[in-house]
């Protein structure tokens, strides 16, 4: 693939604080298989493309006349197709997203032409409730599904859990909110894990994601423990949270989610 397969435009870009960024993307053609909530594609930008000025240099420079290429989750519910919406986060040291962040309004990217992935709600029972628990932008394919879910009204219950370092990482927080005011049966539990950085007292849960899981946060708003014969639970984002919370699920009887041998917690590894 060469600068001739730009075959996307930029239709808004929305700053949610320095290194966070929201990015909803147009695409000349739409992919033609079936977006599923969870799901992702390949964004591509060529190597001349210009960094942005955050960035750190680059030890090499990319080769010419090829795209760098890399995988991301799509945050924008499949009940639209008005665009595709992205959730990004700044690698300053990175090859991609430094270009990324450095695109406006009607700039042009590379979208691949299929939807890929299996970290979905395919394979979860209906009637299940679930927990869908994050670290930074590992929250973008719950806003996909979240979305599609809430339009549908099709679970009992839904927990949305996103850790941050402050309150101004927690993107989305807003849109969450209204959900879980407007939305029976809907939470939403922000947790942040350097509140002394706050300019404002921050008035929510501090410290870690397994550390609201073992406090029984959850279990506090549903007014019973999530268990794996009523409840399916989600994983992404930073290694040592999904770590920790594999540990703590494992020890409560839940078994990590494989096509081949289901399980009641799903995992998506894209660090």
Known sequence: ???????????????????????????????????????????????????????????????????IIRAYSIAS???????L??????????????????????????ISPKYSGFFTLDEVPADAN?????????????????????????????????????????GYRAELIMMERFCPGFSYLPIISEPDKEPVRWGGHVGFIQDLWRAG????????????????VFLCGNPKMIEAMSELLEAQGFKRHSRKNPGQYHVEEYW
């Open 1 to 67: 693939m060469t600068e001739n397969s730009l075959n996307a435009v930029v239709s808004q870009r929305v700053e949610v604080a320095p290194g966070l960024c929201i990015l909803r993307v147009v695409p000349d053609a739409w992919p033609d298989n079936e977006f599923k909530p969870g799901q992702f594609v390949l964004l591509g930008l060529p190597g001349t493309a210009e960094r942005c000025p955050m960035s750190e240099p680059e030890d090499e420079p990319p080769k010419p006349g090829k795209l």
């Open 77 to 83: 519910s499949s009940v639209h197709r008005e665009y």
């Open 85 to 110: 919406e992205f959730y990004l986060t700044l690698v300053r040291s990175g090859a991609l997203t430094p270009r990324l962040f450095n695109l406006k309004i009607g700039d042009r990217l590379y």
């Open 130 to 170: 679930l927990i869908l628990v994050a670290t930074g932008t590992g929250l973008a394919p719950y806003m996909s599904m979240v979305r599609t879910q809430l339009v549908n009204r099709v679970r009992q219950r839904t927990a949305v859990i996103h850790g941050a370092r402050n309150s101004w990482d927690l």
């Open 217 to 232: 946060a959850v279990e506090k708003i549903w007014g019973a423990p999530p268990t794996p014969q009523d409840t399916h």
